[in-house]
């Protein structure tokens, strides 16, 4: 059971340009969203989260998007860098009274590559 | 401030060997997790501490799988008797958890090869 999907295997964009990654869930207790970016050979890199109570969050170059009704997040690049080119995974997890369970549930990621 | 930190990176084995990682989180940080990551998919969750109590095990943790955090600082995840199924990155994360949001920094992954 794939509670978090991320139904595009690959994504590939030119320099300067915007990167659009997409993720799905299914669980609805899930309240705390995350992105991470993965090179070869080295564990996955903290880029940006967004909670339940918000519907965007922007730091610098990256935005996250969380539509709650239709159980859907995404992450925009712009604009998009060569050294952006990377495997980006969505995480979800949940809170109970306050309380975060822990554990994080992955989408299966998104080969991105930007192109010069 | 350090990262997450993980030794070795790499560990061969023959099928029907014990082996042990360590995992050594952001000083301060009260949780620990471990996760494993097999080619082609995301991070699949396997247990987690909250200082050294062991709060969460994931189905996949087989008998042959246990790990521990004794002083609540480093923590160690040994696999018994290991098979060619266990072949995978395995990962470490620590959080400073403080409330309702939870977010998890990884360490490099040791990936292991079972021959």
């Known amino acids: 059971d794939q509670q978090v999907k991320q139904n595009s295997p690959s994504l590939s964009v030119q320099e300067g340009r915007i990167s659009i990654l997409n993720c799905d869930y299914t669980?609805?207790?899930?309240?705390?969203f995350l992105w991470y970016k993965k090179y070869p050979a080295e564990g996955p890199t903290f880029l940006i989260s967004i909670s339940s109570i918000k519907d965007k969050n922007e730091d610098g170059r990256f935005t996250v998007f969380l539509n709650k009704s239709a159980k859907h997040l995404s992450l925009h690049i712009v604009p998009s860098q060569p050294g952006d080119s990377a495997v980006y995974f969505c995480?979800?997890?949940?809170?109970?009274?306050?309380?975060?369970?822990?554990?994080?549930?992955f989408g299966q990621g998104t080969i991105l590559t930007v192109h010069p | 401030d350090t990262g997450v930190s993980q030794d070795p990176r790499h560990k061969i084995t023959k099928r029907g060997q014990n082996v042990t990682f360590r995992c050594d989180p952001i000083?301060?940080?009260?949780?620990l997790y471990w996760y494993r990551q097999t080619l082609g998919q995301g991070p699949e969750f396997l247990t987690y501490f909250q200082n050294e109590a062991q709060l969460e095990k994931s189905r996949l943790l087989s008998d042959r799988f246990s790990a521990e955090r004794p002083k609540g600082s480093f923590s160690t995840l040994e696999i018994q008797r290991t098979e060619q199924g266990d072949s995978a990155m395995y990962l470490c994360a620590s959080s400073s958890w403080g409330g309702s949001t939870d977010t998890q920094y990884f360490g490099p992954g040791t990936r292991l090869t079972v021959l």
């Open positions: 995480a979800a997890s949940a809170t109970a009274g306050g309380t975060s369970y822990g554990k994080l549930t």
């Open positions: 000083s301060e940080h009260n949780r």
């Open positions: 669980n609805s207790m899930f309240d705390y």
